[in-house]
C-alpha cells in the first residue's frame, strides 16, 4: 500500500485503545472528586498564543511547531502543549468571574516536530490540568496528592517527584546573570549549552548531555538565590507534602523549559523508560503567563502527563495488559440462509437494546464457518437459526463452554443469558 500514516504518528488500534479508554476514564472519576472540570480547546490556535506564552527562545517555538501560514491575518499552528491554550481560553471566556479557584482539566493529542523515537510521536497525547487563581502553596502540595492517587489506582509504581523552585521575576535575573557569568566562562559545554549561554542559561541546567553534567554540577544552585516570597513558599510547598505523606527529592537543575514558570516545578519520573526519556509527567507554577497574553494577572498552576509514555509503562505491567482483551461476544447468531439471516438481525437488535453483545456475521461464510468464527471470538452463547426455529419461535441456545443446549421463546432468551 502507498499511503502509510504520517511519520512520527500512530494509530490505537482495539486490543490496544482500551487501555488508553481506562486511564481516561480513571482520570475523570478522580478529577472530579477534586473539583476539575474538563474543557476541550481547539487542536488550532494563533501561532502568536505560543511565541508570547513559551517564549521565542524555546526549542518549542524555534522547530518544533506546525505552523501553517495564513494567506491574510495571523498564522495559526498546532497546540505544542496545553496550558496556554486553556489559558487563552480562560481569559477569552471570563472564567475566573465569581469563584475564588477555576480547576480544568484537558485530554488530547498535541503537536511537535521532533526526533520520532520509542515512545515519542510528532502527535502525541496528553492529560492535563490548570488550578488558576491562587498562588498558595498547598493547592501544590494537592495536585501532588491528586497525581500519586492516580498512578496508584492504574497500578504505576517506582514513580519520583522531583521538586525545584526556579524564583520569580524580582530574584531570578540576578542568579541567571551569575549563572551566565560563570557559563560563558566554561569550555566544556556541548554546542547546544554554549548557545544557551548566551540566550537562555536556565536551559543549560537541563541538558541531557553526559559531557555537560560535570559542570553543571558544579554550578551555583538557583535555591540559595531566592528572594525571602520564594523561599517560604517552597518551604511551605514541601511542608505540605510532608503533611500528607508523598515523598519528593530536591533537585536544583529542575528548571523546565519554558519562559513562564515562577517557584514551583516538578517531575515525576521512572527509571522503567530509558534514560532519555523518563520524566512520566511534569509542570509547574506560571503566575505570569495571562499577562504574557496581556490578560490581567492570574495565578496558574498545572501539569501535563505523556499518555504515550503512561501506556508504555502499562503495557509492561502483564497482569493489566491480559486484563485488556477485545469484548468476548454474549451470544453470536448463526443462520442458514437470507430468511433466518433477516430473523437473526431482529433478534440481535433486541438483545442490544437489552444491553448485551449480540454478534452476527456478514461474511458469507457457511454455518460451520460461521461456528468456527464464534469459537475464535470465545462467544459464550451461539444461537443458530433455520427454518424451524421462524417457524416453532423456540430457539434453541448452546452454551459453549459445556455444550448444553436450551429452547427458549425469543422474549427469555435475554434473562438465560444475563443468568449464566
Ligand atoms: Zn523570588
Ligand atoms: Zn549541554
Redesign the pocket.
Known sequence: MNVRSVRGTHDILPGSVELWQEIEEKTRLLFRRYGYGEIRTPVLEETNLFCRSLGLETDIVQKEMYTIPARRGRDISLRPEGTAPVVRSYLENHLNRGSGLTKLYYVGPMFRRERPQKGRYRQFHQIGAEVLGSDHPGIEAEVMEMLHVLLDDLGVRGVRLLVNSV??P??RPAYVRILQERLLAESDLCADCRKRSRRNPLRVLDCKQASCSPVIDNLPSILDH??R??RDHFRRFREFLDLIGVSYSVTPRLVRGLDYYVRTTFEMVTDRLGPTQNALLGGGRYDGLSELLEGPPAQGFGFGLGLERLVLLLSRNDQLAAGYRSPRPEIFFAYLNEDSLEKAFTLARDLRREGIFAYLDFGGRSLRAQMRLANRLGSRFVCVIGDDEIRTGLYSIKRMADGTQTRLQQGRISRHVRSA
Do not use: D, P, T
Request: proline content about 0%; charged content about 10%.
Open positions: 524564583g520569580c524580582s530574584c531566592l528572594c516570597e520564594c
